[in-house]
């Protein structure tokens, strides 16, 4: 009785003493792991991608790598701009921003901690134009920026005990490198975490928000997510990207219900 006291009590202090707030949502979020322990990982993570995936990385000179370079480039300029003034700045004064295309049939594109963007050609034909691109883009940012993959980390460790390995050690330790790979998918071709029902809707209101400071009109946003859906109805397999991002009536509904709020941002 005594011991399940003291655990009930420790586990009170990690949770009081190891939370974030997550930006314009205010979402109080379960954190153990910090930008200095994750960040380093997913740079290791993108630089191994990139590095089997060599091949196929478009070069920057490539018409369709320099329509997402840009795209990405005012989504990222708007992100840190709303970050820095906004006492935010920290969150990401450790990343190392980068986006860059793939040459792969698959519908999917994400952003890893730190700021580390990947876009496959295959998601091109669904986006169709910028405003599109902004809308995937601005939700996989979103991902980062809410730090729902250290979120999911955090809770992926207390379920495998290990929640009290802290600081240097922690970004050290096998078994925390795996939780990390295997949310990741490292290893396999898909380098996507799954993530929560509410974690989607936070990104989906974030990135609404960021497409609209970006320049780019959130109205767009319901518009991509029934192509995406539409794009899968057919396939035998749909497309990953909708494994992890289910396009459903409810979710399109949801977005239609955050637009006022990113109209607010979009400024003509
Ligand atoms: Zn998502």
Not at 75 to 81: E, G, N, P, Q
Request: hydrophobic content about 45%; some cysteine.
């Amino acid at each position: 009785m005594k011991k399940l006291f003291l655990t009930a009590g420790v586990a009170a202090a990690l949770l009081f003493n190891s939370c974030s707030t997550v930006p314009l949502t205010g979402r109080s979020r379960f954190d153990l792991v910090s930008n200095d322990q994750v960040l380093p990982m997913a740079f290791q993570a993108y630089s191994t991608f990139l590095n089997e995936n060599k091949s196929t990385v478009l070069p920057a000179s490539n018409a369709q790598a320099l329509r997402v370079k840009t795209v990405g480039a005012k989504l990222i300029s708007a992100v840190k701009s709303y970050m820095n003034s906004n006492n935010y700045g920290n969150l990401i004064a450790d990343y190392q921003w980068e986006v860059n295309v793939v040459q792969n049939n698959e519908k999917n594109a994400w952003c890893m901690p730190g700021g580390k963007i990947v876009v496959y050609t295959g998601i091109l034909p669904v986006t169709q134009d910028d405003a599109g691109l902004a809308t995937v883009m601005g939700h996989e940012i979103a991902h980062a920026i809410a730090g729902h993959s250290a979120e999911r980390m955090s809770n992926e460790m207390v379920a495998q005990g290990l929640g009290s390995i802290a600081g240097a050690a922690l970004s050290k330790n096998p078994q925390v490198q795996s939780v990390f790979n295997a949310g990741y998918g490292i290893g396999g071709q898909v380098a996507m975490l799954k993530f929560s029902r509410n974690q989607e809707l936070e990104a989906d209101r974030l990135g609404l928000i960021f497409m609209a400071m970006a320049g780019y009109n959130p109205q767009n946003a319901p518009a991509f997510w029934n192509r995406m859906s539409a794009a899968s109805a057919g396939a035998q397999k749909p497309a990953e990207f909708l494994s992890t991002h289910p396009s459903d009536a409810t979710r399109i509904a949801q977005i239609q219900k955050y637009l006022p709020e990113a109209q607010q941002y979009y400024k003509k």
